[in-house]
């Protein structure tokens, strides 16, 4: 049976106030786009960039990116209208800022029903808080409308009273805990923000380490970063020829009743054909997105 994956290589932040900005959008190689409502956008503005997001949608032109709208809290004076707006406003998705609880999904996912939002809208959550990523694997299975989990990891570092380091070590705890949330519950999981744009080389090391922990992809904050980070979290063509060798071989063992193969001098079990039909099932969804022009 065909596997069903969505790439999220890289995920760019947008203001939504920016109507320019949310038109270049529909240009970017980006394969998603967080249209903001949030931190993005000045509190005299976020009443007009409601409208603003909900007319770029409208107005179409995205191709296959993936649409995701973040609102404000809910303890917000602008929360509950973002999630009315967004509930209709067909974008894929909305990202909760934020999120430390349960409950907190369950109120938001209340009103975007009540506002006729459609089963198919799915709820993410900001993880940036130290109490949200204690919480996280609750978090994750708060509800059946959750589709993943983005970590805010410069929010995280400010309340951790945590260093900036290039390896991240301060942050390998609250990485881990959310990837492990994710994972039991079949979410995606995006990596933070790489805040320095002059330091290429410690994004790129930020990509790499991402996509060896596990991560589906990474959240961005500027145009000229997509490419690179396009690149790190698409596996390689190398990765996908052996990985179809894998699926191949394993066939080939299973119908002579065989449970384990030798590919490339390496033992080949079932669990390495379950992650090989998933890099397989990566490249051809990426392939697909690549030459439908988005």
């Keep these: 049976m065909a596997m069903t ?13 920016n109507a320019r900005a949310l038109e270049k959008g529909r240009s970017l190689p980006a394969d998603g786009l967080i249209l903001d409502l949030e931190d993005a956008v000045a509190p005299d503005a976020k009443a007009p960039a409601r409208d603003t997001i909900r007319e770029a949608i409208a107005a179409g032109g995205y191709g296959g990116r993936e649409l ?24 894929d998705a909305v990202l909760l800022p934020k999120v430390e609880s ?3 999904v369950r109120q938001a996912e209340a009103v975007l029903r009540a506002a006729g939002a459609p089963e198919t809208l799915r709820i993410w959550c900001m993880m940036e808080t130290p109490l949200g990523v204690l919480n996280a694997r609750e978090i994750a299975g708060a509800s059946p409308a959750l589709g993943g989990l983005v970590l805010g990891t410069s929010d995280l570092a400010k309340d951790l009273h945590a260093a900036h380091t ?8 609250s990485l881990g805990l959310c990837l492990l949330a994710a994972r039991v519950y079949g979410l995606a999981v995006l990596d933070g923000v790489h805040l320095d744009l002059n330091d290429d080389e410690g994004f790129a090391f930020s990509c790499r380490q991402g996509r060896e922990l596990g991560f589906d992809g990474k959240t961005l904050i500027h145009p000229k970063t997509i490419a690179a980070c396009n690149d790190a979290f698409a596996p390689s063509a190398d990765e996908i020829a052996q990985a179809r060798r894998i699926i191949e071989a394993h066939g080939e063992a299973a119908a002579q009743g065989k449970g384990v193969v030798l590919v490339d001098g390496k033992l080949v079990e079932n669990l390495h054909v379950e992650n090989a039909r998933r890099l397989v099932a990566l490249g051809e969804a990426i392939a697909a997105l690549d030459s439908a022009g988005r």
């Excluded at 404000?72 to 209709?88: E, I, K, Q």
């Excluded at 290039?166 to 705890?173: A, G, H, Y």
């Design 5 to 17: 994956v969505r790439p999220r290589r890289s995920v760019l932040y947008m203001p939504g106030s």
């Design 68 to 91: 995701i709208v973040r609102t404000n809290g809910l303890s917000s004076p602008w929360g509950y209208d973002d999630l009315r707006m967004a509930a209709t406003s067909g974008a």
């Design 102 to 104: 349960p409950d907190g």
């Design 166 to 173: 290039r390896d991240r070590l301060p942050m390998i705890t």
